[in-house]
């Protein structure tokens, strides 16, 4: 059996997984493949680095362009990340009629539309399954297991920095800052986590399943992102009064009328599965008119548990390489012909049910008027707490929990709400989403 040559670009934590995994398992994948896949060569700034890895037992370079464009070479495992150099060493690859693994979430969903065609063109594969939830197969899934299925939403913990952020602050109480700080000493939290606190992570991986879901193309600069850096812990106790926790979910879901895109701080039921996925946790949540409800859960990052997935596209890109390019598995799961232009939906006609914290004068009246502007808006109220004022305070908290409505009613009755001279300061405003079938 001829081996399948690898060039592997990057070496860091989940290049090294690869190459561990790869070589620990060489036994077993070979026999699954048909054929032993080889990392032959590896591309890396740090050659030292590369070669501890490695142990000599691969070809080492410094320039990553070689590897993409050398002939020994049947596919590329693009582990650099960014969206610079990484599409320039993609886009070579394939042009160069080699197929491709990334984990490369913000490269998809920026630039799939331009790689895919690119790759459908040359007749080659790019597989990314690493590139949403890390080892979680939720592209398998999606693409392929449920293939019979009209996917109607999804919605999942796709962060994991931000979901240990948001179990830190529910279990213990703590501010945002406070935990972030802990969980940057902890190594959770990169020493720059904006991508992940403000939802842009999140944001790319619900890109690539919102496309791969609904066979549209990506449209990350339509999708809504909104992180957790403004979450506070009195909001997140309030729910769990209520009954609600709050996650950092990416929402996908199609309606007539178009797709809803967004992430963003949301309230979910305490007696969802999906709400008790705790610490760097990853699951995701695909509501389908077959199947119904089907839930995957796992690590979304690390070294092994994002080879895991790598290595799973390197064996199907293996199975399928003298395949009819007519008959592989479509990128986006749709015959790329048949992929639909139907608009991602802006954030103001979204429906959901809202959470509102309004700081109030405590005297008579001043709930009527806050329900007679929430009537006037159609929006219904589902349940809600006031608080005593504290010793001495003239002043309350009211929290209000409303049944579905569009974002733009909402945001029109708290404008009316803020505006009234008992309310003191902004309504705190949280999206709710009771993820029922
Ligand atoms: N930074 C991501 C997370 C993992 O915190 O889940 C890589 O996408």
Known sequence: MKPINVGLLGIGTVGGGTWTVLTRNAEEIT?????????????????????????????????????????????????????????????????????????????????????????????????????????????????????????????????????????????????????????????????????????????????????????????????????????????????????????????????????????????????????????????????????GPTLYYGKGAGDEPTASAVIADLVDVTRMHTADPEHRVPHLAFQPDQLEDIPVLPIDECRCGYYMRLRVDDKPGVLADITRILADNDISIDALIQKAPAEGESQTDIILLTHITVERNANAAIARIEALPVVAGKVVRLRMEELDS
């Open 31 to 291: 026999r699954r493949a048909g054929r032993p896949i080889c990392i032959t060569t590896v591309a890396d700034r740090n050659l030292e680095r590369a070669r501890t890895v490695t142990g000599g037992a691969a070809r080492l370079v410094d320039d990553a362009f070689a590897v993409v464009k050398d002939p020994e070479i049947d596919i590329v495992v693009e582990l650099i990340g960014g969206c610079t150099v990484a599409k320039d060493l993609v886009l070579a690859a394939i042009e160069n009629g080699k197929h491709v693994v990334t984990a490369n979430k913000a490269l998809l969903a920026m630039h799939g539309n331009e790689i895919f065609a690119a790759a459908q063109k040359k007749g080659v594969m790019v597989a990314f399954e690493a590139a949403v939830a890390g080892g979680i197969p939720i592209i398998k899934a999606l693409r392929e297991g449920l293939t019979a299925n009209r996917i109607q939403w999804l919605a999942g913990i796709i962060n994991g920095t931000t979901n240990f952020i948001l179990s830190e602050m529910r279990d213990k109480g703590l501010a945002f800052d406070v935990v972030l700080k802990e969980a940057q000493a902890l190594g959770y939290a990169e020493a720059d986590p904006t991508f992940d606190i403000e939802g842009n992570d999140a944001a790319h991986k619900a890109t690539i399943m919102a496309s791969i879901a609904f066979g549209v193309p990506m449209q990350y600069e339509r999708a809504h992102i909104e992180g957790i850096t403004q979450l506070q812990a009195t909001d997140i106790a309030y729910a769990e009064q209520l009954g609600y926790r709050i996650k950092l979910l990416g929402i996908a879901r199609k309606r007539e009328d178009g797709v809803e895109l967004r992430v963003h701080p949301t309230l979910v039921p305490a007696r969802r599965l999906l709400a008790n996925v705790e610490g760097a946790m990853n699951a995701v949540l695909v509501q389908a008119d077959a199947v």
